[in-house]
């Protein structure tokens, strides 16, 4: 159990390498443009870059010490252990499908989805409620946003019904 | 006698018919947003910032002075009924405060909270007034290799102090440094990180980062890591009014408060942690009942409140007389001045007196406002706090996702957005404070902006970063906030082994 815990950290530790090596990588490539002086702008990129790498070596070392994160506490009741894959996975799939119905299917039917989604992850188990409550929501942000603020959201397939 | 001139024309400026009704709307939703559980005032004030350009800059600056003021109190609401702190400077109140709602003296906690807030707001902003203007006529002096020092030190206290480890503070922080350099340069206009992505050449919106972090990272956080347990609402019963009594042990808290709060927001000892907890252990050392400390002392939320909104103050100073934000909410303050087209530091007194000075005017509106409209209203933002939580979780998604889009009405924007949610959701489960990535990311670049000048006035020579007298006692400053914890940590260590 406790290699799995590090394999976690070691990943962490891991992508922040990455990130990184790939400003390095950018920096090393970037264009330019002439007259920019003998203070140019990859001066304070490589500085990032070489502290980004220097902190994820530190972290390596942290973590071979055993000396391992403490996952931030919440307000919202015990943090646990294990990772709750599937009420996580829902949180996650359901703001995904915002970005890709945003602009297709409009706002007010985005809105609803992820607003469903979330809540079903969290336990609203009454489906015919949550839906309602989804649609009212979207509904009325919607209209107060678009009405009473003059902001321009995507109304999408349902603009024919308006 | 010229800062006070200054301030009536700003009193004059701000107090219209039409103003007042935004500050009233700011005031309402700043707490509204505020009290709801697990949402911050960083959060809070990201969250709303978009209504705010809708309306003119006057309109928009007291608004936001307002929404400001409102999201602060409504945390401290949501610490005393539902013992769930917002942020790290709440934790006292609900220690203390939540005590008291228990033992049924709910309205008696609000009551000085509120008032408390109110008087130390009132104080601090006064101080604001005289100081800020000070402090920027000594900053023109300042030069670039003195700015870049500054914010070397800003970067490092917000990185060391924050969080259970200096390295994952640091980590944050690079995190930070690197989506602030997306986008296009604007010195040289070359092109940084973009992968040949044109959405992101004008650079990752700071507020959609924000609201990312702390709205979709604890979203996703708490769905995957955190077993439900039942909140304990204290229901809210009477009216917030203190009596003659509570008043007694009420006003010099509020006043040491402020006298903690203030000065510590100056400096950056990284946001308001460190001086709620030194106003309750000066309270609790001075009371006669030092028994009644953790079963629910008033004093024991009356100056840590007051140190809270006093500290919140104070970050105004350097944040408007030299440009540094020193904390969470202060660095999305920062953002709403850029946004608003108000530049910062210290030239802001010279080029832009008219809009300062309606801002700190604003300040004392918004925080008069708040007072008068919380006292009578409490109970209906107590009733906020019954929201279930699976719709509190997903309200929360969908107004953070749809700021996000509304920025730039760009699905980009979304698909970044996703991407520093999953970043939130890392750091919190591996332990990483999220506030030093906000700092990096908003003065990254100016510390970019500074080295450069600093460097190119000396033709490339790297001693001119340390050549003035005021950078090498910021130099020295620096060495002492590095090795001091380290020092410390090493003899805690030693004592530890005897």
Request: aromatic share 10%; glycine share 12%; charged share 10%.
């Amino acid at each position: 159990m406790k290699s799995k815990k590090i394999g976690g950290e070691l990943a962490f530790a891991g992508s922040l390498l990455i990130l990184g090596a790939l400003v390095l990588f950018d920096t090393s490539r970037m264009l330019v443009p002439p007259g920019s002086g003998t203070v140019g702008p990859q001066i304070f990129p490589y500085l990032v870059a070489g502290f980004t790498i220097a902190i994820s070596i530190g972290l390596f070392i942290q973590i071979f010490r055993g000396n391992l994160g403490v996952p931030e506490g919440t307000e919202f009741g015990e943090v646990i252990d294990k990772t709750d894959y599937k009420s996580l996975a829902m949180v996650a799939g359901s703001m995904l499908t915002y970005p890709i119905l945003i602009e297709r299917a409009g706002f007010v039917i985005a809105t609803t989805v992820v607003f469903f989604g979330v809540s079903f992850a969290y336990g609203a188990k009454n489906l015919i409620k949550n839906l309602a409550v989804s649609v009212i929501f979207s509904l009325v942000v919607y209209i107060s946003f678009t009405k009473g603020l003059n902001v321009n959201l995507p109304a999408g397939i349902l603009k024919v019904l308006a | 006698m010229s800062s006070f001139n200054a301030l009536m024309d700003g009193f004059a400026g701000a107090l219209t018919l039409n103003n007042l009704l935004f500050g009233l709307l700011g005031t309402i939703l700043g707490t509204l947003v505020g009290v709801l559980p697990g949402i911050g005032p960083a959060l809070a004030i990201a969250l709303l910032l978009p209504i705010t350009y809708t309306v003119s800059p006057a309109s928009a600056l007291i608004m936001f002075a307002a929404i400001y003021y409102g999201a602060m109190y409504g945390g401290s609401t949501t610490s005393i009924l539902l013992n769930t702190p917002g942020e790290s400077g709440s934790v006292i109140t609900a220690l203390e405060g939540h005590q008291m709602a228990k033992r049924g003296r709910a309205g008696a906690a609000l009551a000085t909270a509120a008032i408390g807030s109110f008087v130390a707001g009132t104080i601090a902003t006064g101080i604001l007034a005289f100081a800020a203007p000070s402090l920027a006529n000594w900053a023109i002096m300042v030069t670039a290799a003195d700015y870049f020092a500054l914010m070397l030190i800003a970067f490092t206290t917000v990185g060391t102090l924050l969080g259970n480890s200096m390295l994952r503070g640091m980590a944050s922080l690079a995190v930070g440094l690197t989506i602030g350099l997306v986008g296009s340069d604007l010195q040289s206009g070359a092109v940084r990180l973009t992968f040949g992505n044109i959405h992101a050449i004008d650079g990752i919106e700071t507020v959609t980062v924000i609201v990312s972090l702390f709205a979709l990272g604890e979203a996703l956080y708490i769905a995957g890591r955190a077993k439900a347990t039942g909140w304990s609402l204290i229901p809210m019963k009477g009216k917030a009014i203190m009596t003659r009594q509570d008043l007694k042990r009420s006003w010099k808290p509020w006043l040491r408060g402020t006298a903690i709060g203030f000065p510590l927001g100056v400096i950056p000892a990284g946001g308001s942690e460190v001086p709620t907890f030194l106003s309750y252990a000066a309270e609790k050392s001075l009371s006669k009942n030092k028994d009644e400390f953790g079963k629910g002392a008033i004093e024991g939320v009356a100056g840590p409140e007051a140190a809270n909104n006093a500290n919140a103050a104070g970050a105004l100073v350097p944040l408007l007389a030299l440009g540094l934000p020193t904390s969470a909410t202060a660095a999305v303050v920062l953002v709403a001045f850029q946004t608003y087209n108000i530049q910062t530091g210290p030239l802001l007194f010279q080029t832009n007196p008219d809009v300062v000075w309606t801002l700190i005017a604003s300040l004392f509106i918004g925080n008069t406002l708040l007072l008068l409209l919380n006292l009578p209203l409490v109970r209906v933002w107590a009733n906020l706090l019954k929201i279930p939580r699976p719709y509190l979780f997903s309200g929360i998604t969908a107004f953070a996702l749809m700021g996000a889009y509304v920025a730039n009405n760009a699905t980009f924007d979304l698909w970044i957005a996703l991407g520093v949610g999953v970043i939130g959701f890392a750091f919190r489960r591996f332990g990483v404070p999220i506030t030093p990535l906000i700092i990096g990311l908003i003065l990254g670049p100016m510390a970019e902006l500074q080295m450069r000048r600093a460097l190119q006035i000396s033709g490339g020579e790297v001693s001119a970063l340390y050549a003035t007298s005021i950078s090498k006692v910021l130099y020295l400053v620096l060495f002492v906030v590095i090795i001091g914890p380290l020092v410390w940590n090493f003899k805690k260590k030693l004592a530890l082994k005897k």
